[in-house]
């Protein structure tokens, strides 16, 4: 049986488009000066849903978000548990005193990474606010960490995996339980 034939799908690829455009909607409301917004993709999918929500709060307002990358691999606690990955270069392309800041992950389980995130953006200065946008909640959370904007909250035990795919990654597209 392949891996496909075992995934069960949580998020068809037009339910995943419904879902960001959603997402796009709930940002441009609760943030009031877009100008002042800049979108960070927490690798590695979060890197890929930044570049998609770029684009859609472009095709909805017009604006230019400007957007970066902060990899939280060396403020993580739990190294010796989850092991070390290839290191994606952060980019802030901007100082991010006073900005309003959206952090953007695939998933969110215990929130260690978004702690670290936190963590390894603080080292770059202090925002006037950061927010959590994830496409998938699955819970298990270790620490009170809650995202600001959520594509869907999915239980899952412990040992399953979500997986985002994009089509200009992964050349199909939807949320995925495998």
Known sequence: MSDKTKRIIILSKDDLSKTIKRLTSEVVEKVKNLDNLLLVGIPTRGVDLTRVLEKELFFMTGLKIRKGIIDPTFYRDDQNRVGTRLIKATDIPTPIEKKEILLIDDVIFTGRTTRAAMDALYSWGRPRRVMLLVMIDRGHREL???????????????NEKISLRLNNVDNEEGVFLE
């Not at 009170?144 to 412990?158: E, N, Y």
């Open 144 to 158: 009170p960490i809650q995202p600001d904007f959520c594509g869907k909250i999915v239980p899952t035990s412990k």
